[in-house]
């Protein structure tokens, strides 16, 4: 047992709601968009698009949230304590993350025993995170140009021409859905794999003890010390 | 406009048998279509009377398989669209001219050597094998079109073909075809070019196109290019989807939809989405204007739209039943694109059960690897600063 304490000040609750918001959301679109792509059931066309219609705005909604709350909330940025700093620093460059990109990726292949050391985000764990929004954006840039009311907008024709047009862009949305569906199935995995503590706390706001770390990421109590 | 200026016409049209009310009716028509009141109507008619003293018009073929000549004629049973396309001094068709051999090469010389006349180009340009793939008394089907072209007061191109290259540049494109417009602009030249795509051209857009440009001189105004939208296409045909207006769209917002062909659903007239309909994605007003004398058009007759009046058609619509294009994977060959996600999904997810089985044989499941106790970087460092 060496897992670190799951605090509620590693996810205020706000961002315990925006992240069930994104879940339900990226569902409800999937669930719909694979109807849109072929309507496997009969009778639910207009259900279906009225649902990814309406999520596509909750989804944007709740990125525009997100990003204002990474300004405005303050969150632990290291697992194991209470003390908090403005949530915008877990998303940048931290000095517990410096240099280990690399045993990251050996303890993930198995070339390394020990846990690295991290912030609340591991290396990986931010990149994947961060390259979530570029997603989304690509998601609604793609959506848009597809959707009968925007399809006309000249930022949005300017892309479908540069890729080839509807049908093109059609597949590229396509694509970026299963881009959501990839980096969904990997984000559970690697979130519950070592246990539930993670998820126990982001879904249900319920905290977990374990291993306390100062600032160095050095164990310094905590259970399992 | 004297009443008398009708009669030539008029009379023309009752010998091949179309009532005055049929062609005012057609007249009506394009004037909707030209996006004008009916007010409009009889300085249409007008227009199509005094047209044959106007401009001249000139039918090349190019690369093509001479199905817009065959949607234009109609031979058996010439409509009004035809009768008016006649009239409107169509001095050179090759295809269909009376005259033949060098006799009807000097016919269009003698068009040609006379600026401001109308060209309509059928077929893509064939650019492959030093453009012999086409040849016409003489000389090369590119050599024709240079040839003609930097005279024309304006371009018409018909049909997908040429407009891009329609299905003679699908892959692997041997013969190099292009449209109209891209050779035009390789080589050059600038004479303005009005697209109107779709497999064959709907003889009511050329019809309506002629008297745009044509007799309502919006071409010497400038006004038709404003009509035009980015690919060259009068907006006012390419503007909206076949979704947008389509007669089953009731069926596609209820979920009514035909699976399978022979079925119940079909004979219902259900909504041919899940059969691979381009309908959505495809810009033309097929559903409005319809086509063989405005009887029907493919999705009325039972046919998912294949997306002919597209760009590069043959390639983003095929199959033509699948809901999306196949992408050509080298060495794999033509695959849908679920399969390719199916396939990446598959070794994801059996990436990600090895993976969890090499946590469980590590112990790594119930609450992860101890913490390493400082970083590896630190570790070396320190080791480093000992040595020294």
Redesign the interface.
């Known amino acids: 047992m060496a897992h670190p304490a799951h605090y509620r000040e590693a996810h205020p609750f706000i961002f315990v709601m925006t992240h069930w918001i994104n879940l339900v959301s990226i569902v409800a679109l999937t669930i719909s968009g694979f109807y849109i792509h072929y309507p496997f059931l009969p009778g639910l066309m207009s259900v279906m698009r009225g649902m990814h219609f309406f999520f596509m705005f909750v989804l944007l909604i709740n990125l525009a949230v997100r990003i204002i709350g990474a300004f405005t909330v303050k969150s632990a940025t290291r697992l194991g304590t209470r003390e908090v700093d403005t949530d915008i620093k877990n998303w940048l460059p931290q000095k517990l993350n410096r240099g280990q990109m690399w045993p990251w990726l050996k303890y993930y292949l198995f070339l390394k025993k020990e846990h690295p050391i991290g912030a609340k985000y591991g290396v990986l764990q931010k990149i994947a995170y961060l390259f979530t929004i570029p997603l989304t954006l690509a998601a609604a840039y793609t959506g848009f140009a597809i959707w009968g009311p925007t399809m006309d907008w000249g930022f949005l024709i300017a892309g479908t021409d540069a890729v080839g047009g509807p049908m093109a862009m059609r597949i590229i949305h396509y694509y970026i859905m299963w881009g959501f569906i990839l980096f969904t199935a990997i984000h559970i995995y690697l979130a519950n794999i070592e246990g539930t503590d993670p998820s126990k706390l982001i879904f249900k706001w319920e905290e977990t003890e374990g291993l306390q770390f100062d600032a160095e990421g050095r164990v310094v109590g905590g259970k399992g010390h | 406009m004297a009443h008398e200026d009708h009669d030539a016409i008029y009379d023309l049209l009752a010998a091949r048998g179309v009532s005055r009310r049929d062609f005012l009716a057609y007249c009506g028509s394009i004037a909707a279509l030209l996006g004008l009141s009916e007010a409009y109507v009889p300085q249409i008619a007008a227009a199509v009377n005094r047209g044959a003293r106007l401009k001249p018009a000139i039918w090349l073929n190019g690369g093509a398989c001479t199905g817009c000549t065959e949607a234009i004629a109609q031979a058996d049973s010439p409509d009004v669209a035809t009768i008016v396309l006649e009239i409107l001094s169509l001095d050179f068709i090759e295809t269909l001219s009376m005259a033949q051999g060098e006799d009807a090469l000097a016919a269009a010389e003698a068009v040609f050597e006379e600026p401001g006349y109308i060209l309509i180009y059928e077929g893509s340009v064939m650019k492959g094998f030093d453009g012999n793939a086409l040849r016409i008394g003489g000389i090369t089907g590119l050599e024709e079109l240079e040839h003609a072209a930097p005279n024309a007061a304006a371009i018409v191109a018909v049909g997908s073909c040429a407009v891009d290259g329609g299905f003679v540049m699908a892959r692997p494109n041997p013969a190099d075809a292009t449209g109209v417009s891209m050779y035009l602009q390789e080589k050059g030249i600038d004479t303005p070019v009005v697209n109107l795509p779709t497999c064959p051209v709907n003889p009511e857009w050329v019809v309506a196109i002629l008297v745009d440009v044509l007799l309502l001189g919006t071409l010497e105004t400038g006004a038709i290019l404003d009509k035009l939208d980015?690919h060259g296409r009068p907006k006012y045909i390419f503007g909206q989807?076949i979704?947008?207006n389509c007669p089953r769209r009731g069926h596609?917002?209820?979920?009514?939809?035909v699976y399978e062909f022979g079925t119940e659903q079909e004979a219902l007239g259900y909504c041919l989405?899940?059969v691979g309909c381009?309908g959505?994605?495809t810009y033309t007003n097929c559903p409005i204007v319809r086509w063989n004398r405005r009887a029907s058009w493919c999705v009325e007759a039972g046919s998912p739209c294949i997306?002919c009046g597209?760009?590069?058609w043959v390639d983003?619509?095929a199959p033509f039943l699948n809901?999306?294009?196949d992408?050509p994977l080298p060495e794999v060959g033509n695959t849908q694109?679920?399969t390719i996600?199916g396939v990446?999904?598959g070794i994801?997810?059996a990436g990600?059960a090895v993976?969890?089985v090499?946590?469980k044989a590590?112990g790594?499941?119930?609450?992860?690897?101890?913490?390493?106790?400082?970083?590896?970087?630190d570790k070396k460092r320190m080791k480093k600063g000992g040595g020294e």
């Open positions: 980015r989807t979704h947008d596609f917002e209820n979920g009514n939809f989405y899940p381009k959505p994605q997306g597209s760009l590069d983003v619509g809901r999306h294009r992408l694109p679920n996600a990446v999904a994801a997810a990600l993976h969890a090499g946590m590590t790594r499941t119930s609450g992860g690897a101890p913490y390493e106790e400082m970083k590896e970087r």
